[in-house]
């Protein structure tokens, strides 16, 4: 048993996307840092609980707020949850985060909290810690979604804010709806089944290796393609200063990866 177990570890750390990714290990979400707009009195604070991996981690950050989740070389996951409210009076802030709650068991992740109103109002941001090698389910509303270092199967989904994803690998899909899309790739070629993204209001930052080798797809209705590398000449380009559609390999070509926008450009850049 204990063979079959230390195979594993060594097939992984040989892996390229594992060899790539980085062992995250300091927290980075704090309280210094924070918009308080014209309410009158504001409360934060960050808890922390420390659960079993799952293999399978359901991350929804509600109305208000993102999710960080963050690879480590750890077994266990490591939630990280910044409350804040504002209200009229700091009394007031301090009783609103008193009563939210952080829910945390059988591979999920979320907030509930009292009722707002005009003068009042929480949310939750999420810093997590999880074993590189997970599944990811991550949702938000108002806030962005950041993915670094983790590779599995992962459905990424928010409506005002935008993807960042570092040093992922895996069979990747996200979206959002007012956003930016920032994409920093690494290695030699995509370790996974495909990457595919779109945001309908924001632009796309595809940074990449100059030796990387991938089949390459974006689609863009209000914006054009801005590359380091070599484009094919091809019909839909005739009459333009920049193409909007491409369909072509990078390198020696490979996993696809898959980029669209509605209102916005797209970048592939050299790292």
Known sequence: MKTGFYLVL????????????????????????????????????????????AGRLTVDAGRNGGVTVRGWLQSNVLVRSKIESWADTDSEASLMASQVQINIGAGQVSASGPSASNNTNWSVSFEVFVPQNTDLNAKAVNGGLHISDVRGRMELETNNGGLHLERIAGDVKGSTTNGGVHIELTGNSWDGRQLELSTRNGGVHIEMPQNYSAHLQTETVNGGVKSDFPLPAAPAQIGR??????DMNVGGGGALIHVATTNGGITLARK
């Open 241 to 246: 200063n920049r193409p909007r559609n491409l």
């Open 10 to 53: 060594t097939a992984l750390a040989a892996s390229p996307a594992f060899a790539q990714m980085q062992d995250n290990r300091t927290p980075q979400m704090t309280c210094e840092n924070f918009y308080g707009g014209n309410r009158q009195a504001h409360h934060c604070d960050v808890r922390e609980q420390t659960v079993p991996a």
